[in-house]
């Protein structure tokens, strides 16, 4: 391992005055680089329905069942029931037992008289050949009535089998179908009413069935390989079982994944919602277009059958408000909102305001590269989704680079090793330097690779650059410093020495960390991701391409050599690193 002489040369910069201080310490000199993740949705396979009702008409459809239907609606479980209509005919409607087919699960509604009806039996039938073939889910509820009597098929059980086997003589089968499917129902763990309040007992059914629905959304797109655990962790805070109006923050730097996340959360569970809108690229739209235009966007989303005229910010927060708010007609429509790539607080206070303009149990999810923006507006929760471990950034990266189901060969294992290790986890690396390599042979590899080594890709670092180019002058010097000479410093240390060039460090270190830019880990050292680390060098290098001289920092040897030795040294020049082993030196 290569030990270094760092040589620090800063001026502090008073008017155009030079204040010059040196220091020496020992450090590591390292090259790496960069990655981030397009924002793309995915394809969710899903049923047409959440929830299929089995319940006895005359028991409980106008009242249990009833509320029941009436609580999974309004938190935005697609809940199939039968018309009652339908009841008119002796055999089972077909519509029903294709609804049975179209549903994630079944909720059967156990009551006095259930068994009584050749329909229900015909009904949980099917729904235990559904569980029996297709994962079909089954959550059975004992309305006043002892799973023991139906396991058993006693008492009234054992009265209306009777009089099925005395209609049905010549269908023993049938007959057979229903007892086992009685059975085998009877003996899952259910829920029991036990003299409970049946309002209490309806709002722990629901809140039980949702957290188990939106857990078993499956993600098929190959290309969200590991954002499965990711999802589980942001579901947990978004919990749609709960009645509450939630704002969740997604953090982290450029291309970690964050809109991804937000849009598959949103595709899959908005249909759970009243209303939804997915307001994507803030920032940039709101540069371009202004606020006003994501007013009106939100609002024609939300109410599709309203037309809104407004001309300022001012107006559009005002109609938001008495619109959500006033009107009454938000504070009944449970919402399901995403505000992506926010970077400023009025995005947030324009466009959702406050908890008490939304219906209980909305959610809006806000992603942004500044964590500080979040605590301004006191969101609920924030998830900051961490980088790729190795096992899921390669199999990310082969899903770009190679056809499906298609493992590499030969000199593709290591060469795919190689671009993993440079992507450091980032997503948007792995899945634009995949796509990048896709159909080209291993020479070309080789070549990208070194070319990555010199001149990272341009995609990556633009849109790494974005949160850079949002820092003051000041929080640029401290992010350059840390990216040219101290990544991997102790913090103190680090603040030691761009305190000296009046960086004011305490509050731009801070800076830098809210806007996901550094992180101090867990050993108290200063961290920046190696991408960062490059797209940091490569605007230090484009300040004077052709003459180091001419530049601010200086870390590469060869740059060192030669302003050295050609005596291109210029008072540009704020610091330096350079090897105590290097020619430079001799």
């Known amino acids: ?66 509320h029941l239907y009436d609580a999974l609606s309004r938190s935005g479980i ?16 077909p519509e029903l037992l294709k609804a049975i087919q179209q549903s994630w699960c079944s909720v059967i509604v156990f009551s006095e008289t259930y068994a009584f009806s050749s329909w229900c039996l015909e009904e949980l039938a099917e729904i235990v050949k559904q569980h029996n073939n297709d994962g079909h889910k089954v959550f059975p509820i004992f309305y006043h009535v002892d799973p023991s009597d139906l396991r058993k098929q006693k008492e009234k059980v054992k009265e209306a089998f009777a009089r099925h086997e005395e209609r049905y003589k010549e269908d023993c089968e049938k007959i057979q179908r229903w007892r086992n499917a009685l059975i085998q129902v ?58 509450d109006v939630r704002v969740i923050g997604i953090c982290g730097m450029g291309g970690i994944g964050k809109t991804t996340l937000a849009r598959v959360a949103y595709t899959q569970m908005s249909h759970h919602f009243e209303s939804k ?9 709101s540069d371009k277009c202004g606020l006003v235009s994501l007013q009106k966007q939100l609002l024609s989303e939300i109410f599709h059958d309203e037309c809104f005229k407004f001309f300022n910010i001012h107006e559009g927060n005002d109609i938001i408000s008495r619109t959500l708010s006033h009107k009454k007609v938000l504070s009944h429509k449970k919402v399901f909102v995403v505000l992506d790539d926010v970077d400023n ?62 493992t590499p060969k030969d000199d593709f294992i290591e060469l795919s090793d190689q671009i993993v290790n440079y992507a450091d986890g980032l997503p948007l690396a792995l899945e634009v330097l995949g796509s990048f390599l896709r159909g080209r042979d291993a020479t070309q590899w080789r070549s990208a690779i070194e070319r990555l080594k010199r ?29 040219c000479f101290l990544n991997g410093e102790k913090k103190d240390f680090v603040i030691k020495v761009l305190d000296g060039c009046k960086f004011f460090p305490d509050i731009g270190i801070d800076v830098l960390i809210k806007k996901s830019l550094i992180k101090v880990d867990e050993h108290k050292d200063l961290r920046m991701h190696n991408l960062l680390q490059d797209m940091g060098r490569k605007i230090v290098k484009e300040k004077c391409v052709d003459e180091p001289g001419k530049r ?25 690193i350079i090897d105590n082993k290097s020619p430079c030196l001799s």
Not at 277 to 285: G, K, T
Not at 352 to 373: A, E, M, P, Q
Not at 464 to 469: E, R, Y
């Open 552 to 576: 601010c920092r200086l870390w590469e040897e060869m740059d060192v050599h030669h302003v050295l030795t050609k005596n291109t040294a210029t008072k540009m020049i704020e610091g330096i």
């Open 78 to 93: 697609l809940t199939f029931r039968d018309d009652p209509k339908l009841e008119a005919g002796e055999e089972i409607a």
């Open 345 to 406: 607080i009025q995005h947030i206070k324009c466009l959702v305001g406050r908890h008490d303009w939304f219906g209980s149990g909305s959610r809006i999810i806000v992603t942004t590269r500044n964590k500080h923006l979040l605590r301004c507006c006191q969101v609920d929760y924030v998830y900051m989704p961490t980088t790729l471990n190795p096992k899921d950034a390669l199999q990310l990266f082969n899903s770009k680079a190679f056809h499906s189901d298609t």
């Open 455 to 483: 001149d990272s890709n341009k995609e990556i670092l633009d849109k790494l650059q974005i949160s850079f180019d949002g820092l003051e002058e000041t929080e640029k010097n401290i992010f350059l410093d840390i990216a």
């Open 1 to 66: 391992m290569l030990i270094y002489l760092l040589f620090l040369a800063f001026f502090c910069r008073i008017e155009r005055s030079i204040f010059w201080f040196s220091t020496l310490y020992i450090s590591f000199f390292s090259y790496i680089v960069m990655l981030s993740l397009p924002s793309t949705s995915s394809s969710i396979s899903r049923k047409k329905y959440d929830v299929f009702l089995s319940f006895r008409g005359e028991d409980t459809r106008n009242n249990f069942t009833d």
């Open 277 to 285: 809108s997915f307001l994507a690229d803030i920032r940039e739209v």
């Open 186 to 243: 009877a003996a899952i763990k259910g829920w029991h009413l036990n003299n409970r309040h049946e309002s209490e007992f309806i709002r722990e059914i629901v809140k039980k069935i949702s957290v188990k629905l939106y857990r078993t959304y499956p993600v098929t797109r190959s290309d969200l390989v590991g954002f499965c655990e990711r999802l589980e962790d942001l579901y947990l805070k978004i919990n749609i079982g709960e009645n």
